[in-house]
């Protein structure tokens, strides 16, 4: 399915968290970027105090709190992660094609990554429908189809995560999103070695 129109610049507070994000999830050494995190969700979640209805606030709060979830691990995580799991919810309510689709791609993420019933939400069903739908929004997103890639790797299907993982390292490079996208590549990168070893060791 076709891309639909590039995802709009979001509002200038909104970017500010994205790119300090970028910042901490890239740059900032692994001993700090838990504090990193916590003093940029602070933040994040300011800024959806002061815009309730902007979808891209949500997501972005929503992506602070579940990459801080990943770091802190455990059942300590899990209301940082069921409180992501609600903004990326809210955001899909308000504009689901809202930054390229990127509340279905978090969500579809979290939806392979935390635990099921009865300790978690995870389900693997609804990730691959959020994953999907963030790749019918723009089929060429970098993220989309990295996630897609680490969630059929998950599942078992090593030669469609092969061909995502692909699809995200020549993904078109993002205006201002350097640090990011240089990160996810090698995210990808790194995946899909992984990947190409299991299949050559069939």
Do not use: C
Not at 126 to 148: G, P, S, V
Not at 176 to 193: H, S
Request: charged share 25%; hydrophobic share 45%; aromatic share 6%.
């Amino acid at each position: 399915m076709p891309a639909l129109a590039p995802a709009a610049e979001p509002a200038a507070p909104v970017a500010a968290v994205r790119d300090q994000w970028a910042q901490a999830a890239y740059v900032t050494p692994k001993a700090q970027r838990g504090a990193a995190l916590v003093a940029l969700a602070g933040r994040s979640e300011a800024l959806v105090a002061a815009r309730p209805r902007d979808p891209d606030a949500l997501i972005w709060d929503g992506i602070v709190r579940s990459s801080l979830a990943g770091e802190r691990g455990g059942l300590g995580a899990l209301s940082l992660v069921k409180q992501a799991k609600r903004d990326f919810e809210a955001a899909i309510a308000l504009d689901d094609t809202a930054l390229g689709g990127a509340a279905h791609t978090s969500l579809g993420a979290l939806y392979y990554q935390v635990p099921g019933w009865p300790v978690g939400f995870g389900d693997d069903a609804k990730a691959r429908e959020h994953l999907q739908r963030a790749l019918a929004i723009d089929a060429t997103d970098i993220d989309a189809n990295y996630f897609y890639g680490d969630f059929l790797r998950d599942q078992g299907d090593w030669s469609g995560a092969a061909a995502a993982f692909e699809k995200a390292i020549a993904a078109p490079a993002r205006a201002g999103r350097e640090v990011a996208d240089r990160g996810r590549r090698a995210e990808a990168t790194r995946k899909l070695a992984e990947v190409r070893r299991h299949l050559a060791s069939r």
